[in-house]
């Protein structure tokens, strides 16, 4: 299992953003990443429960990663498009394992999958995604620690 990148301020891995879900994530082989979370009372929907949103985020997230690919040189992807299905009710306050799977390469677009799995194994919540390459113009890889990028707990 190799550590991903985190940032400084990403809602999603941003280890200095006091709001965010701070989520550590692994990858367990190529194109496959891996984290888990127990999600505070603070991001919930209805009592208990997870709100969808933050459930969004962190299938949009996870599944992006799977095709980050070599720490060294990430590949960046914007979503163009995140299809979510709601299975069961995401809980709060219990440990979840969240699963990313890279799909189909296009050349500057590719398909995502993620799911998010209660700790009995059962599927909660899943999304498929379409990213796009973010321009080089856009994101000048040899300023990611300038910007913030690569930060490692300690």
């Not at 899943?126 to 113009?137: G, I, R």
Request: proline content about 6%; some cysteine; charged content about 25%.
């Amino acid at each position: 299992m190799k550590k991903q990148a985190n940032s400084r301020h990403c809602f999603v891995c941003g280890l200095e953003n006091p709001a965010g879900l701070q989520l550590r994530i692994y990858e367990v082989e190529p194109g496959v990443v891996e984290t888990t979370f127990t999600a505070p009372e603070r991001f919930q929907g209805y009592p208990g429960v997870l709100h969808g949103g933050i459930v969004a985020t962190i299938l949009d997230e996870i599944s992006g990663r799977a095709l980050m690919g070599d720490p060294a040189a990430p590949r960046f992807m914007f979503t163009g498009r995140l299809e979510v299905k709601y299975r069961r009710n995401v809980p709060i306050g219990k440990p979840l394992r969240i699963i990313g799977k890279a799909g189909r390469d296009r050349g500057r677009m590719a398909e995502g999958w993620a799911g998010i799995y209660d700790d009995r194994g059962e599927l909660l919540a899943e999304a498929k995604t379409l990213l796009v390459d973010v321009p080089d113009d856009v994101l000048d890889a040899s300023e990611l620690e300038q910007l913030g990028w690569e930060v490692y707990p300690d």
